[in-house]
């Protein structure tokens, strides 16, 4: 354990189940595309799919239903169905909006690192604003998806900060793992799913109350 504190740099967000409340929007498009065609997505493969990229969702989905054919039409209502929900019904996660806004009061260095294909990323910064982020990381800029740290290390690299003066701020047991094993000290907000304790995670109940100090303190002991 080091003594010696790098001060923090940048502070990077997943965005959905973090910033914002999407989940539960993935939960409705999902039934919609899943009784569009005749079948009903099970509890488990709704729950494994958190925090994983549009691809593998789309595969997970059609296993589940047993459903053969042509995942890129299967993704194609997926999307439709997720820009409509996007549209309409997006809301930020409590605490979310106001962490966010004294990072960039603080000066810090920002990142937006999703899973989620930059197409319907695009309709969610309608909300959560464009102009708050240095640099955005989407599902379909990377080989590898999280749970795997390559959109981690695209994050840092782009933002041309070390993974120790960076924290990283996710909700699900994925996020967690791809911005961990990058480096990176990272704040858990579970949402849908709990996180297991694990080296450089926090785990806390919400983003409620919680300052640029706390997410410095995160560097510490590192
Ligand atoms: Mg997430």
């Given at each position: ?127 959560i604003g464009r102009d ?8 379909d800029d990377v080989a ?16 041309d900060v070390t993974a ?59």
């Open positions: 354990m080091s003594t010696d504190m790098a001060p923090l740099q940048a502070v990077l967000f997943d965005m959905d189940g973090t910033l914002i409340d999407s989940e539960k929007l993935w939960s409705i498009g999902l039934v919609e595309v899943a009784d569009e065609l005749g079948g009903s997505l099970s509890a488990e493969t709704r729950a494994s799919m958190v925090g994983k990229d549009l691809v593998s969702s789309v595969r997970m989905l059609m296993a589940d239903l047993g459903v053969t054919g042509e995942p890129a039409v299967v993704q194609r209502l997926l999307v439709s169905a997720m820009a409509r929900e996007f549209a309409n019904a997006l809301e930020w996660r409590p605490g979310a909006e106001d962490l966010l806004k004294a990072v960039r009061a603080a000066g810090l260095r920002t990142g937006l690192v999703t899973s989620t294909h930059r197409n319907l990323t695009s309709v969610a910064l309608e909300t708050n982020f240095d640099i955005i990381v989407c599902g590898h998806t999280k749970p795997h740290p390559e959109p981690y290390r695209k994050a840092l690299r782009e933002l120790d003066a960076t924290v990283a701020i996710e909700d699900s047991p994925a996020g967690s793992t791809s911005a961990r094993t990058a480096g990176i000290a990272t704040l858990v907000v579970p949402l849908e799913v709990p996180v297991e304790p694990a080296p450089l995670l926090t785990i806390r109940p919400s983003l409620v109350g919680v300052t640029v100090a706390d997410l410095q303190a995160l560097l510490l002991g590192r």
